[in-house]
C-alpha cells in the first residue's frame, strides 16, 4: 500500500516566497486582477479597474474578441516559432506595446521604472504617460528598450513642447497624442467614492489602509505621489491632490484639433501615433496628414460609453489605410490569442494597459514579468495551434466572425 501511496503521490514544494505563491496561482490575466483587487485599496483598484458610466464599452472591449472564432489549418510544421515582428521601422520580440497609463505608483512605489525595466527585458515598446509618476529621464535611466512618450495636450503649449523636446533628448523613440479626452468620461465608481490622487484621508480610507497593510506601509514609507514629470508647476504636478476630472478641465487643451498636428509635427520628427481614434472617417483623415500610427482606442472603456469596441474597428480601419500606417488595437487585450486576432484583422500590433497593472499590483516587477510571459506563450500557442509559424503568415483566412 505504501508502494502504491508513493507511486500516485507527489508533495508539492514549499514556496517561501509570497510573491511567487501568488504568481503561481494566476494562470490569467482575470487572476491578477482577482489578486490586484484583495492587495489593493478600493479606491485605486476602482480607478485602475473601472470605466464610463455603465461600463458598457469596457466589457465590450473585451467580448468583442469573443465574437471573433479561429479557422485552423492542421497538419504543418510548427515545430520552429517566430513571434517577432516590425513596429514602426523597429524590431520587436513580439507585436505588442505597453501602453501608457496614469498614478503607476498607485500599483506600488516602483510605478512606471518596474514596467520599463519588464518591457525591456520582454523586448517591447514602453510608453510613459504625460500623467507619469516617474519621470522621462528616470524611466530612460533604467531602461534600454523602445519607448515612446505619450502626450496630452496641456493649455499650456510651451510646457507641452518642453515635455516633447525632454523626451527627445531621452531617446524615446515615438509619441502617443491622446485625442479622446476633451473631457473626463464620467467614471461612476470614482464619483462614488470621492476618489482623488492622492486618496485624501477619510475614515473609510483609514480603514481601507487597515485591512491592506502592505500597500499602506510601501504607500507611506515612499515619496509622495506626484506628476513627475511637470514637479514644481502650480496647479499641475498634483502634489495637493486633484479631482481628476476638475484637472482634466482646467489643465488640458479643449481647443485641440486637427491642425495640432501639424504643430506637433514642427517639434518632433519621429513616428507619432494617433490614440483614440473610433471611425473609419478619422482614420483616413490621419493618414492623409502623415500620421504614422492609428491606435484604434476608446481609453480603456473610461471616456464615452457605448463607444465601439477597438477590434471591431480594426478590420474596416485595415482596409481603408492600405498599409499607409501602423494600425495598434488598444483595449480589451488579455490573452495571446486576442493578439493574434487582431493581427488577422490587419492590426499590425496592440497595446495593453490593465493586464500590466494588475500584475504590478499582484507581484511588482515579477507580476509584469508574468503578464509578458503570458502573452508571448499565449501567441506562440495559438500560432501553433493555427499552423502559423511567423507572425507574417496571420492572415484574414484565420478567423471568421461568429454568426
Do not use: C
Not at 493581427?343 to 494588475?358: H, K, W
Amino acid at each position: 500500500m505504501y508502494k502504491t501511496f508513493r507511486s500516485v503521490v507527489r508533495f508539492r514544494e514549499l514556496e517561501l516566497d509570497p510573491v511567487e505563491r501568488r504568481l503561481r496561482s494566476a494562470a490569467t490575466i482575470e487572476d491578477l486582477r482577482r489578486i490586484a483587487k484583495r492587495r489593493l485599496p478600493r479606491g485605486v483598484f476602482d480607478y485602475f479597474d473601472g470605466g464610463a458610466e455603465d461600463e458598457r464599452t469596457l466589457a465590450n472591449n473585451s467580448a468583442g474578441f469573443a465574437k471573433l472564432e479561429f479557422r485552423p489549418n492542421v497538419l504543418r510544421d510548427v515545430s520552429e516559432l517566430d513571434v517577432s515582428t516590425t513596429l514602426f521601422g523597429h524590431q520587436v520580440a513580439m507585436p505588442l506595446m505597453l501602453a501608457p497609463t496614469g498614478y503607476t505608483r498607485m500599483a506600488t512605489s516602483d510605478g512606471e521604472l518596474a514596467v520599463a525595466r519588464a518591457a525591456a527585458r520582454a523586448g517591447v515598446p514602453y510608453s510613459l504617460s504625460t500623467m507619469s509618476t516617474r519621470s522621462i529621464e528616470e524611466v530612460a535611466a533604467v531602461s534600454d528598450g523602445p519607448k515612446w512618450f505619450q502626450v496630452y495636450t496641456w493649455k499650456d503649449r510651451g510646457l507641452v513642447e518642453e515635455l516633447v523636446k525632454r523626451a527627445l533628448v531621452a531617446g524615446y523613440e515615438g509619441l502617443w497624442l491622446t485625442v479622446d479626452t476633451a473631457v473626463l468620461g464620467r467614471r461612476e465608481r470614482d464619483v462614488r467614492r470621492g476618489y482623488t490622487i492622492p486618496p485624501k484621508i477619510g475614515l473609510d480610507t483609514i480603514v481601507d489602509g487597515i485591512i491592506h497593510p502592505a500597500w499602506t506601509y510601501d504607500f507611506l514609507t515612499h515619496d509622495p505621489i506626484q506628476f513627475a514629470n511637470v514637479v514644481g508647476r502650480d496647479g499641475a504636478d498634483g502634489s495637493e491632490g486633484i479631482d481628476l476630472a476638475g484637472h482634466v478641465m482646467s489643465q488640458f487643451d479643449q481647443r485641440l484639433s486637427w491642425k495640432d498636428i501639424e504643430w506637433l509635427r514642427g517639434i518632433w520628427d519621429g513616428p507619432i501615433m494617433l490614440k483614440g481614434i473610433q471611425t473609419v472617417d478619422d482614420a483616413e483623415r490621419a493618414v492623409a496628414m502623415g500620421v504614422e500610427g492609428i491606435g484604434l482606442s476608446n481609453h480603456g472603456g473610461r471616456q464615452l460609453d457605448d463607444a465601439p469596441a477597438p477590434i471591431e474597428l480594426a478590420e474596416p480601419v485595415a482596409q481603408h489605410v492600405q498599409g499607409q500606417a501602423t494600425i495598434i488595437v488598444d483595449g480589451g487585450v488579455r490573452r495571446g490569442s486576442d493578439v493574434v486576432k487582431a493581427l488577422a484583422l490587419g492590426a499590425d500590433g496592440v497595446s495593453i494597459g490593465r493586464p500590466y497593472l494588475f500584475g504590478l499590483a499582484a507581484g511588482g516587477e515579477r507580476g509584469v514579468d508574468h503578464v509578458l510571459r503570458f502573452f508571448r506563450e499565449g501567441i506562440e500557442r495559438t500560432m501553433a495551434l493555427t499552423g502559423r509559424t511567423n507572425v507574417s503568415q496571420i492572415d484574414r483566412d484565420l478567423v471568421r466572425w461568429r454568426d
